[in-house]
């Protein structure tokens, strides 16, 4: 009952916020924002949409070679419903928190035990945050030498800050993977540190809560590095899986009738709007992608056609993943029990 109301209340701050981005991107030109909608040439969105079907299929396989380790049974169809499951999970929460437990509670309904299911997550956002990683680099590099964006001192700090962000969960995944005992000593100092602060209140319920999950997450990385094959093929699906999410503006732009952007440029601009949502504490994101897009894509294209394009595009990255994921919970059941 509890997540319920959580999730609830979630859903209505993300209305709230929805709404207030409406406000702000169409109360200047509302006018003739509606009316390239409305002219917006519906060929480009079709592409836009399937391409991001295509992405969700290529993140459902990069999950679904690793679940194959665990079960033979198990069909890619359920690992493609548990993407799209996930997407409602992770639009309603803030960082994406609530896919992860919701993706261990569906592949234990499943037939795969708790254990394995954490197993299974933690190995798939390995993978997703070293591709993650490498986009970024990739993106930084080519605005490095082809100076893309106009220097704006906010824009700066927010998208260094979050390609730190990234870097050190990616170090910090990697850094868990080979030193536990290290990474124990450290568990044990901070826990420590927090009975002596009062704000842990049980020490060893503590450390036997985060001596668990970093046995797990060892466990995990040990068999991604045992398996090069597998792990190889992880990052490769995707890696590309974010390189066609990152072309999506592309074809809404296009579809408002603007030719001036190029790939390069859209994949660039849309790893640096990724970059800056990543550590925004709101659910998808919001304010901080809006304002992300506003900005970078702003560098190519103005008007009214920069503010269309941001609202087809958030509808398809992100809105029609909750919606269709809203929808695919209500066969949940059904599904498991196949």
């Excluded at 962000?165 to 000593?185: A, D, E, M, R, Y």
């Excluded at 640096?272 to 919001?286: C, E, K, M, R, T």
């Amino acid at each position: 009952m509890k997540n319920v109301k959580t999730l609830r209340k979630n859903a209505l701050w993300l209305l709230i916020i929805l709404v207030l981005i409406l406000y702000f991107v169409l109360k200047d030109n509302f006018v003739n924002i509606i009316s390239t909608l409305i002219r917006a040439d519906l060929k480009w969105i079709l592409i836009a949409v399937i391409l991001m079907c295509i992405y969700w299929l290529l993140r459902a396989l990069g999950m679904f070679i690793i679940v194959r380790e665990y079960s033979k049974s198990i069909t890619f169809k359920k690992i493609f419903n548990l993407t799209l499951i996930t997407q409602f999970f992770n639009g309603i929460t803030p960082f994406s928190s609530g896919g992860q437990p919701m993706e261990v509670y569906y592949l234990s309904k499943t037939g795969i035990r708790a254990s394995k299911g954490t197993n299974i997550i933690i190995q798939n956002f390995i993978l997703y945050q070293i591709a993650l990683i490498m986009h970024g680099i990739i993106a930084v590099a080519l605005n490095y030498n082809f100076h893309f964006f106009k220097e704006v001192a906010l824009l700066k700090e927010l998208t260094l800050i979050g390609f730190i962000i990234n870097t050190l969960v990616g170090v910090g995944l990697l850094f868990i993977s080979f030193s536990t005992k290290v990474n124990k000593t450290i568990i044990n100092t901070l826990i420590w540190i927090g009975c002596k602060l009062n704000i842990i209140k049980d020490k060893e319920q503590s450390i036997n809560k985060w001596t668990e999950r970093l046995d797990e997450y060892h466990e995990s990385a040990t068999l991604l590095i045992n398996k090069k094959s597998l792990f190889v093929k992880g990052v490769i699906y995707n890696f590309v899986a974010l390189a066609i999410f990152y072309a999506i503006p592309l074809f809404v732009i296009y579809s408002m009738g603007n030719f001036n952007v190029n790939l390069v440029e859209t994949i660039t601009s849309s790893a640096y709007v990724l970059i800056i949502g990543a550590f925004v504490p709101i659910p998808g994101g919001s304010g901080g992608i809006e304002y992300g897009f506003m900005q970078f894509f702003g560098n190519f294209i103005g008007g009214s056609v920069l503010a269309a394009s941001l609202l087809v595009w958030r509808f398809i990255t992100y809105y029609l993943g909750i919606i269709l994921g809203a929808i695919m919970i209500n066969f949940f059941e059904g599904d498991v029990k196949e």
